[in-house]
């Protein structure tokens, strides 16, 4: 729950969005993301951070459990993280921000309220550009510890607090998306850009990236009741969610009926929404400042201190990239594997745009762009695919082959020539070993019916008379080469 997301009904609707209706109905998307940050220890205490393989409540520490007389003690690494979140987001880092207590009860939280910013976040309004050449506003992103997680069975539930207290940003957008497909890109450029940006790990497994989507349709210029989706944790899930939720709310509207103002839970084995609570207002969580923690105040050279040496982001990446004049998709499942669009920046940075289409070219081909396949392939050198590149551009490898030596390559880095000679897929061009086999090849009885269609203007019988020569060769001549020296001999 924020205030500014997916905006409140009554608000205006702007600009040309004919192009997204749906049976008259203009679908608005607005979406809320809590983001895990990289830090080794807690917002609040000094307790690590990662409780992946840990057992439960291993993790936890007097702050966590809120024992009476605890005192939380910010981390001023999550701090240095947002302001690098913010420079990714195109946002301003606020000079003076402040935390709030955000009450409600439930066995995840021990204390009774979590620690939040209500009123003065660390990270005011940006945006975000999105591949499609649209913009998302950001309304701000605050700092929050996250809570514990309950594992219900039945009769019982158990509380593990391993994850409360976990540094967190809420990344709030404007309700600028109008389709499920620009949801899905908009998730997918949150989770380059925090990545890139070092913000997070960007483990969409362990649910260090969850979406919140607020989605309404509308048949007049003022938007609809929204319904809110939470705690979506891959990109795909977001695109059906939002999906489902314009098909229902129409459905409901057509027949007649009103939407009810409520949050939903995604199942996603049966693919559909369905109702949980309704929602609530911002007076039911009865937020006031926390008098524990001091007010984050920074200075502009601290600010500038944080946010140095940031990576390249996404966005430099792609307006690199664009001289390789290849498919989007291309650039888009490279920079999907943070480490293969580093590898292809700095192959551009020692070679031409030729050698690096190839390598673009070999990646997309070897990394689908699934959440689930986002993790880090141990990359071969720069050096080692050029050369791969190099022997492919001089014939010694057929683009097949070039394929599976990268596919080697990825698995243990050697030299592509080593490799492909190991795999025997190197190619012959030597013109007279070629020469040699087309020879035999020629003078066969079974080839002589190709030979006179051949003459006789029937052009497509060389195809024959190449693929003949690539079996004699076990699929190691130049095809080219081959087809070159078959016409000159027969004239
Ligand atoms: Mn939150």
């Excluded at 905006?7 to 998307?29: F, H, M, R, W």
């Excluded at 998306?177 to 380059?192: G, I, N, P, V, Y």
């Excluded at 140095?308 to 998709?329: C, G, I, M």
Aim: aromatic content about 6%; overall charge negative; hydrophobic content about 40%.
């Amino acid at each position: 729950m924020s205030l500014g997301s997916a905006g409140e009904k009554g608000s205006n609707i702007t600009g040309d969005v004919s192009k997204y209706l749906i049976q008259g109905y203009l679908p608005t998307i607005g979406i809320e993301c809590h983001v895990q940050l990289a830090t080794k220890t807690k917002l609040f205490s000094a307790v690590d951070n990662d409780a992946r393989e840990a057992e439960p409540n291993s993790k936890v520490s007097a702050i966590d459990y809120a024992l009476p007389g605890m005192l939380p003690y910010l981390n001023r690494e999550a701090v240095r993280l947002a302001a690098r979140a913010a420079l990714a987001l195109n946002a301003e880092v606020a000079r003076v921000s402040r935390f709030d207590r955000k009450h409600y009860f439930y066995p995840d939280l021990p204390k009774g309220y979590q620690i939040s910013q209500m009123y003065q976040p660390t990270i005011l309004s940006g945006h975000v550009d999105l591949p499609d050449g649209t913009t998302v506003r950001i309304n701000h992103a605050h700092l929050e510890e996250d809570a514990g997680k309950l594992t219900h069975h039945g009769d019982h539930s158990e509380v593990d607090l391993n994850r409360a207290g976990t540094p967190l940003i809420e990344i709030v957008s404007e309700p600028d998306m109008h389709s499920a497909a620009q949801a899905k890109l908009f998730a997918q450029e949150l989770w380059l850009l925090m990545t890139y940006a070092g913000v997070t790990h960007g483990d969409l497994y362990h649910g260090n990236m969850r979406f919140d989507v607020n989605v309404s349709v509308s048949k007049t210029d003022q938007l609809g009741t929204r319904s809110e989706v939470k705690n979506l944790n891959s990109f795909k899930s977001v695109e059906r969610a939002v999906e489902y939720e314009i098909k229902r709310q129409i459905e409901l509207l057509e027949k007649g009926q009103s939407i009810v103002q409520e949050t939903r839970g995604w199942d996603d084995a049966k693919a559909k929404t369905t109702s949980q609570r309704s929602k609530e207002n911002a007076q039911d969580y009865r937020y006031m400042p926390d008098p524990d923690i001091p007010p984050i105040i920074l200075s502009e050279p601290e600010i500038k201190q944080m946010q140095a040496d940031l990576p390249l982001l996404p966005t430099q990446y792609r307006a690199e990239f664009a001289a390789l004049e290849v498919d989007s998709s291309v650039i888009g499942a490279v920079l999907s594997n943070p480490a293969a669009a580093q590898k292809l920046h700095q192959v551009l940075e020692t070679s031409t745009p030729d050698i690096a289409r190839r390598i673009a070219n070999w990646f997309a081909s070897a990394i689908p762009v699934d959440d689930e396949n986002l993790s880090k392939f141990d990359l071969p050198s720069a050096a080692n695919l050029i050369k791969l590149s190099d022997m492919t551009a001089a014939a010694q490898l057929s683009s097949t082959a070039a394929k599976e030596v990268f596919a080697a390559m990825l698995k243990h880095d050697t030299d592509p020539a080593q490799i492909a000679e190991n795999k025997n897929l190197l190619q012959v061009s030597d013109s007279g070993e070629i020469a040699k086999i087309v020879a035999e090849v020629l003078a066969a009885p079974a080839s002589q019916k190709a030979v006179a269609d051949i003459k006789s203007g029937n052009d497509k019988a060389i195809g024959y008379l190449v693929g003949q020569v690539m079996k004699a060769s076990k699929g190691q001549a130049n095809p080219t080469l081959a087809q070159k020296l078959i016409r000159s001999k027969i004239g």
